[in-house]
């Protein structure tokens, strides 16, 4: 990378003459967004790095080529990401995709990289539908044919000189991978053969294009034939290029990505495996590839246009130099826009080799680009906007403001302010978008008022804005226009939103309920009153009441929560149902519930999905009495779908686990890589470990090796998880279980686990599997991929004390949040152990004590009646000792007619009166 020396060290003197010259910025501060503008006039080359998830960008040498070199860089990415993990949230699946996707924008801003995907839409095929080990899986399920002819599209559209996948074909590699490796190689040469696809270019009207170089990462320093040194510090952005890298990796925050990096060498190696060039040993990634217009004039055979191309890339260098002045550098690139507009004419009628022709007038039309921006930053001009909503329905009308400024020191002219929309859109620009002149310091508001047609498409996630601004000067007698997002997001959404809480509804067809409550949840998105009637779709033998309610709002973001009570047909079947929600106004109907998602480092983005409650009806046995602490990790929603199916679970914060009394639960549960996001976990695990020593259950669920798990101080005893993760993991969701120890309390307490639990599960089985763990630990399940190694260590558990521990690798927070019955039962199995000798242990003392418990909970609104079920169970507790069984019947039948007649009176609440029943049935049943 010889050329490129002298820039670097032109760079660094710079910086000393930066206090002394005419800056637009403060002193000793780098004008960072003008050298963003004018760096790539330096060169006409293009990369393009493959990938498949957002975050598997290379980003320290993409900052390196577009920072540090001024490259046209851009990320190709397969999909959204959304079969990932997620560290700030508790969104999954699609939501979590569009995170990842607006991560992936961010990121990529701060590297000056393009971000795009090959995923279109929330519903496209090319999913991220977890860990796959193989790319033939990857493809089935993608649609070969649809992501190659999406890929050799955008190569065509893009044109790049050089592509490099971000990983190679290897079969330690992640399977989706390995498959943007293997198609961005066959892409080579099928990009460039009008045959592939030849409706790209009869109907389209894309070009052949032919790449001229692939990379591939290099497996080491020795088996590289390009090592590019990118560790150098840049003064513009006072870091390395690492380090600027690893700044883009932090916005992938939901992926817990980013890292602190000193500045010190960093080589990159690479290594050549398709070139266009016969010498294919080089040691400079675009060796041969003309590198600017200078060595463009080498290329072209016309002397006319060879000597302009000369020129222009005098006149970029030029510019280049002049930087850090804002006000020399405007005119030379409106000059040298017009040269470029006058030689892409000559290009066009010139008699030039075709491909040759067609690569130089891509390469004039970037360069185009790329002096539009550099003439509006240079200009000083700043373009705000400012929306009267974000948020708008079909057939509304809205006011966006424009605020145009004139930050720099010199007048700018004849300014045109717009909004560009689709053609159905219409935008009244009001007084003063045309703009003769404008004086340094002054600024000026432009308000617009849209139009948003009554059949407008609604907002898409991953689809252009549906308004951007457009701001266009004149100077020099040239021209200059930008089109720029709004500075924030614009959707157009359904008048209503409804959704129903919760989304998703366990039936438990062995403790069925009379009436399940269903909230329903109504946002307005109308500018203005609406009226609205909502009701639920219920499946054939449900009611509800009421059948349908009223909601009335008086403006826009209004709520209203309507409270349903379901009752299912006596008779319910075993299996899947689902039941929508819906709200009618003005004769139309809404089914649509909008998930809004905001989180700081990204732009607000907006989720549509159809608002259908999904049901599953199953039988889930549990003990009646079982009392669950959870630790929540902010990473699954598991402590919430044990309430919904009538768990009783305590949410435990920092202070219970410091100094609250743990004996009360009879199992602490711990959210999946709790260690990760709960420092208070750590610092008080030693409190969870006494609790298992002194008779408690604790069931831990996955973590990685990273998440602050330590092998020999965080479980009782030495537990190691697996380490390198791909090879821990079993990802087929249907793979074969075999449970080692079927008899075993484990898989027969409270419910009988049977092949048919294992069925039906989602994604995968389990992630992180311990490779090594003590021999105190028992193991119970055995499962693995196709064709590998079973692995034993989904379920350990050892005696600790008094109690237990059980680390499970399995993935229940996914089968759970998906409603797989047998993801419900085996883990209440894991739940419950040790309650089976509770239950066999019931006695009118312990009953007692249950009902000083739900006293003290709120369930019963009489202190006459508390104390009258006490002093009935310490009578029965006489009988019991002097084993007077006929006596402990009839006193704990009467009991239940007690209880009976508090319920018709509702001086207690159901919950009460179900666990107080169950066990009177349980002792009763116990002394008869």
Do not use: C
Not at 301 to 327: F, G, T
Not at 388 to 410: C, H, L, P, Y
Not at 807 to 835: C, K, M, W
Not at 875 to 885: D, G, I, L
């Amino acid at each position: 990378m010889k050329k490129y020396l002298p820039l670097l060290l032109s760079l660094l003197l710079l910086t000393a003459l930066l206090p002394f010259q005419g800056l637009a910025k403060e002193k000793d501060d780098p004008d960072v967004e003008l050298w963003n503008a004018v760096n790539p006039l330096n060169t006409t080359v293009t990369f393009l790095n493959t990938g498949a998830h957002p975050d598997d960008e290379r980003s320290d040498l993409l900052a390196y080529l577009s920072r540090g070199l001024g490259v046209k860089t851009s990320s190709l990415i397969a999909n959204r990401g959304e079969g990932g993990q997620n560290e700030i949230g508790n969104e999954l699946g699609n939501a979590l995709g569009i995170i990842r996707s607006n991560e992936m924008i961010e990121a990529a801003k701060i590297t000056g990289v393009k971000a795009y995907h090959l995923s279109e839409t929330t519903s496209d095929p090319i999913y991220d539908f977890g860990f796959s080990k193989s790319p033939e899986e990857t493809l089935e399920k993608w649609g070969e044919d649809l992501t190659y002819e999406r890929l050799i599209r955008f190569i065509r559209s893009y044109q790049p000189d050089v592509v490099m996948p971000s990983f190679r074909n290897v079969p330690s590699q992640h399977g989706h991978h390995r498959t943007m490796a293997i198609l961005s190689q066959r892409a080579f040469e099928d990009a460039t053969d009008p045959t592939v696809f030849p409706e790209q270019i009869e109907e389209e009207g894309l070009s052949a294009w032919q790449v001229k170089k692939l990379y591939l990462p290099a497996e080491s320093g020795d088996t590289a034939t390009t090592s590019v040194e990118i560790g150098d510090y840049n003064p513009i952005y006072e870091m390395s290029y690492p380090q600027l890298g690893e700044k883009s990796r932090y916005m992938h925050k939901s992926q817990g990505m980013g890292k602190d990096v000193p500045v010190e060498p960093r080589e990159f190696n690479l290594e050549l495996q398709k070139s266009i060039y016969p010498n294919k040993e080089d040691d400079d990634i675009f060796a041969n590839i003309p590198y600017d217009f200078s060595e463009w004039a080498t290329v072209v055979s016309e002397d006319d246009i060879s000597a302009n191309l000369e020129n222009l890339q005098k006149d970029l260098n030029e510019i280049v130099n002049l930087y850090p002045d804002r006000e020399a550098i405007l005119p030379n690139s409106q000059e040298a826009l017009r040269n470029v507009q006058k030689l892409t004419d000559k290009v066009e009628k010139g008699d030039i080799d075709a491909s040759v022709k067609n690569d130089l007038l891509h390469k004039l039309e970037l360069k185009e680009e790329q002096l539009q921006k550099v003439s509006l930053i240079a200009s000083g001009l700043d373009v705000k906007t400012t929306l009267d909503s974000e948020v708008v329905t079909q057939g509304e009308s809205t006011k966006i403001k424009m605020t145009i400024t004139n930050n720099g020191k010199q007048a700018i002219h004849q300014i045109d302010a717009s909004l560009l929309t689709s053609e159905e859109w219409t935008v009244d620009s009001g007084d003063g978008s045309d703009i003769k002149k404008l004086e340094p310091n002054e600024s000026r508001d432009i308000t617009f008022t849209v139009h948003v047609p009554k059949d407008a498409a609604y907002y898409q996630p991953y689809g252009e804005s549906s308004v951007q601004s457009g701001i266009t000067f004149k100077e020099e007698g040239i021209e200059t226009t930008n089109i720029l997002e709004l500075d924030e997001t614009f959707a157009v959404l359904p008048a209503l939103s409804v959704s129903t809480e919760p989304e998703d509804i366990v039936v438990n067809t062995a403790d069925l309920k009379s009436e399940y409550t269903v909230n329903v949840k109504v946002k307005n998105y109308y500018k203005g009153e609406k009226n609205a009637s909502v009701s639920l779709n219920l499946p054939e033998g449900w009611t509800s009441v009421p059948e349908k309610a009223d909601v009335n709002f008086k403006d826009r973001l209004d709520e209203q929560k309507t409270q349903f009570k379901i009752t299912p047909p006596e008779n319910i079947e075993k299996g899947e149902f689902s039941a929508e929600a819906i709200v009618e106004s003005d004769g139309k109907e809404y089914d649509t519930t909008v998930q809004e998602i905001s989180y700081d480092h990204i732009k607000d983005s907006y989720f549509q999905y159809p608002s259908t409650m999904d049901g599953v009806a199953f039988e889930l046995l549990k003990p009646d009495s079982l009392k669950i602490g959870y630790i929540e990790s902010g990473f699954d929603e598991v402590a919430d779908y044990l309430l919904d199916v009538g768990f009783d679970v305590t949410k435990l914060n920092e202070a219970d686990l410091q100094s609250g009394d743990l004996s009360q639960y009879d199992t602490i549960v711990t959210g999946i890589r709790a260690n990760l996001s709960r420092p208070d976990l750590i610092k008080n695990n030693q409190r969870l470990l006494e609790y298992a020593e002194n008779g408690g259950h604790v069931v831990v669920q996955y973590h990685k090796p990273g998440d602050n798990w330590d092998t020999n101080k965080t479980p009782p005893y030495s537990l190691e998880i697996g380490m390198p993760s791909i090879e821990w993991r079993v990802t087929d969701e249907d793979a074969q279980v075999t449970m080692t120890q079927p008899d075993h309390k484990l898989f027969n307490f409270p419910n009988k686990i049977t092949d048919n639990d294992w069925n039906g599960w989602v994604q995968e089985r389990g992630l992180y599997f311990p490779m090594n763990w003590d021999d105190r630990y028992e193991t119970f399940v055995s499962m693995a991929d196709p064709g590998e190694d079973p692995f034993d260590s989904g379920i350990l558990m050892t005696n600790y004390g008094e109690g237990t521990y059980l680390y499970t690798s399995l993935v229940f927070y996914r089968q759970i949040a998906n409603q797989v019955p047998g993801g419900y039962r085996i883990f209440t199995n894991l739940l419950s152990y040790g309650a089976e000798e509770d239950a066999k242990e019931i006695s009118a003392a312990k009953m007692r004590t249950l009902v000083e418990r739900l006293a003290n909970e709120g369930e019963f609104d009489s202190e006459n009646d508390v104390h009258l079920l006490t002093t009935h169970l310490t009578a029965v507790s006489h009988y019991e000792n002097k084993e007077q069984a006929e006596k402990v019947v009839k006193h704990m039948t009467s009991f239940k007619q007690l209880i009976n007649q508090m319920l018709e009176n509702k001086s207690i609440s159901e919950k009460a009166f179900s666990d107080l029943d169950k066990e009177a049935d349980n002792l009763i049943e116990k002394w008869q």
